[in-house]
């Protein structure tokens, strides 16, 4: 198949444009022929145009590449390699939501033929490919699995933001249902990432390791945001305490935090869901979960106890939210926990104005239902620094100090402004 994908005569399709399929797609088209498709017309429009909905690349990265955007399957019909990279959210009851997997698998069934491969992209629980997503390609396509096309699982590995750990740059994992599957997934993979493939040995172990990468960080962050709450109480500030341990050459830089995004917030319930249905209740993995999960309402319970001991009525306080994606310098709204305690300062009437200049204010109030306004208007009694994009990393004490009137309380959750207020009231994780 490579020879035949690098002679242009059989193509990739790549199914999913987001954050994680879009610059797989782009970055294939520069050595192979390639159909982008996602099911969103409006953003297929604006990839034809060479501008990244998810506003993460440059239109430079879509100059010389072999690429169609389409949002019609019938233009994937000719594919014989397809990569499927949508996303795999959670529900409102936090168990997975396989709804645009399904969807993915079906568009794909519907075209597969004899001798295509499918490869998994999207972050699963350990069986899911071969469990829930090959059925449906059978179905789809009458074809039998192995005997009339095979499936392959390589974890993303897209950091949104970073221009350094980028997608040739860091190690790929790659799986087959075969080992011949698995030798040619590896050699269409190899082709553009620089930094080489790792051969896993079975689907599982594949789907397995992007799991745990997430989970891993969840916890390591859920230990920094449970020594938060246990150092508040001691009167000790958190961040001075990892910088003092951080001096030792094997201690893990990790901070406390609000834990949104796509990732990991996310993947940790498809593991436990996947051991709850094997029988076991993960503790470890769960108790994490929770502790990060309750991050926003200790944030929106230090804020109002600070309004409340203003001796004001609530209804005339005024707070200022800065930044409300779910990390710093990406347009990414998804899962944001900065939401949450929003909502929360609402319900007790505060006047809340949120800026933020990488988030769209149309997709932000669409999901979430909060405005994001151009810009400070008033007198505040509180500035919350929500997430630390690149514009607001510079800011001194006088310009909030501006933004108080003289006074009042910045509360600083990455800690970014620790030893630079003297006068006004400060608090952060």
């Known amino acids: 198949m490579i020879d035949l994908l690098n002679k242009k005569e059989n193509h990739i399709c790549v199914v999913g444009l987001g954050y994680v399929g879009l610059p797989v797609a782009l970055e294939f088209a ?32 879509f100059e010389g590449c072999d690429i169609k955007f389409t949002s019609n399957s019938t233009d994937i019909k000719d594919c014989s390699f397809y990569i ?52 449906i390609l059978e179905k789809e396509s009458g074809l039998k699995f192995g005997a009339g096309f095979t499936v392959g699982y390589s974890p993303e590995r897209i950091n949104p933001g970073d221009k350094v750990h980028t997608l040739t740059s860091i190690t790929k994992v790659v799986s087959g249902s075969d080992e011949t599957t698995l030798k040619i997934v590896s050699e269409v993979y190899n082709s ?31 230990l920094m945001n449970e020594l938060s709450i246990i150092f508040k109480k001691m009167n000790i500030n958190t961040f001075e305490v990892l910088e003092a341990a951080g001096t030792k050459w094997n201690f893990l830089k990790f901070f406390p935090g609000l834990v949104g995004g796509h990732c990991i917030g996310v993947d940790p319930y498809y593991l436990t869901h996947k051991a709850m249905e094997l029988g076991y209740f993960s503790k470890v993995i769960t108790a994490g979960r929770n502790i990060n999960d309750d991050v926003h309402s200790q944030i929106g319970k230090e804020i109002v106890k600070y309004l409340i001991d203003q001796d004001k009525s609530l209804k005339r306080m005024k707070v200022l939210v800065m930044g409300v994606t779910f990390k710093e310098n990406v347009s990414d709204i998804r899962n944001s926990k900065v939401s949450e305690w929003i909502k929360g300062l609402m319900g007790f009437s505060i006047n809340i104005d949120v800026v933020d200049p990488f988030a769209d204010p149309k997709e932000f109030y669409k999901e979430y239902g909060i405005s994001i306004v151009n810009g400070p208007s008033e007198i505040y009694d509180a500035v919350v620094m929500a997430v630390n994009h690149i514009q607001y990393q510079q800011l001194d004490e006088d310009y909030f100090k501006d933004l108080m009137g003289g006074n009042g309380l910045l509360y600083d959750v990455k800690g970014i402004y620790r030893g630079k207020i003297k006068d006004l009231n400060y608090l952060s994780l």
């Open 30 to 61: 520069r050595k192979f022929k390639v159909v982008g498709f996602d099911i969103n017309q409006k953003r297929v429009e604006m990839m034809q145009q060479g501008i990244d909905p998810s506003n993460e690349l440059d239109a430079s990265e």
């Open 84 to 135: 499927v990279a949508v996303p795999t959210p959670i529900n409102e009851h936090k168990y997975p939501d396989l709804k645009p997997l399904i969807g993915a698998c079906k568009i794909v069934g519907s075209v597969l033929k004899k001798g295509d491969i499918v490869v998994f992209e999207s972050t699963v629980y350990p069986g899911c490919t071969e469990e829930d997503c090959v059925p």
């Open 192 to 222: 553009i990432i620089k930094a080489g493939v790792h051969e896993a040995s079975s689907i599982k172990v594949a789907e397995a390791s992007k799991i745990i990468e997430n989970t891993q960080r969840d916890l390591n962050i859920a």
